[in-house]
């Protein structure tokens, strides 16, 4: 196994180039899947499973913290390098979690998101990775921001481009 120079990771013989936050990517993940189960809860008061509601809300509001601090780029972006995906999860945890789409951290994100539409409805930052992945989590993140029809154009789009 070789190591990638840049972030010591174990790559099985392929040398990645770049090297990923670990810190961020953590963190993402952590908002993601604590805000799917603030929702799930959210819909049901009568279950009580399941961490202490507040301990658990307090650490979401943490990690919304760190992203807001922290972990957002001058750009608006989320670590541009690895494509628009990060941006797109980042936005859509702050959003599914009381932020609106003019909260300043959220609306750089989305204007972020915004360059990097495509006219073709492909939704990717500049390396163009994950063309799919990075236009399917875009829908995502701007549907969610879409309260007021602002994104209709560019979900049309996106989802003729994921639809082939």
């Known amino acids: 196994m070789n190591y990638c120079p ?3 990771v174990k790559t099985r013989g392929v040398e990645l180039g770049f090297h ?6 953590k963190v993402a993940l952590v908002v993601c899947t604590l805000s799917q189960l603030i929702a799930s809860a959210a819909q049901d008061e009568t279950v009580r499973t399941g961490p202490d509601p507040e301990r ?10 760190y992203l ?3 972990g957002q780029n001058s750009d608006g972006s989320f670590s541009s390098f690895a494509g628009s995906g990060p941006t797109s999860l980042a936005v859509t945890a702050m959003l599914r979690n009381g932020r609106k789409p003019d909260d300043p ?10 360059s990097c539409v495509r006219p073709d ?3 990717c930052g500049k390396n163009d990775m994950f063309g799919n992945y990075e236009t399917c989590a875009a829908i995502m993140c ?3 921001a879409n309260a007021d029809g602002r994104y209709d154009d560019i ?3 996106a989802e003729k481009y994921v639809r082939g």
């Open 6 to 8: 840049k972030s010591n």
């Open 20 to 25: 990923l936050p670990n810190a961020f990517l």
């Open 56 to 65: 658990y809300r307090a650490a979401v509001e943490k990690g919304i913290r």
């Open 68 to 70: 807001e601090t922290v």
């Open 105 to 114: 951290s959220v609306a750089r994100g989305l204007k972020y998101l915004e």
């Open 121 to 123: 409805g492909k939704i």
């Open 142 to 144: 701007f549907q969610e």
């Open 155 to 157: 979900l049309k789009k």
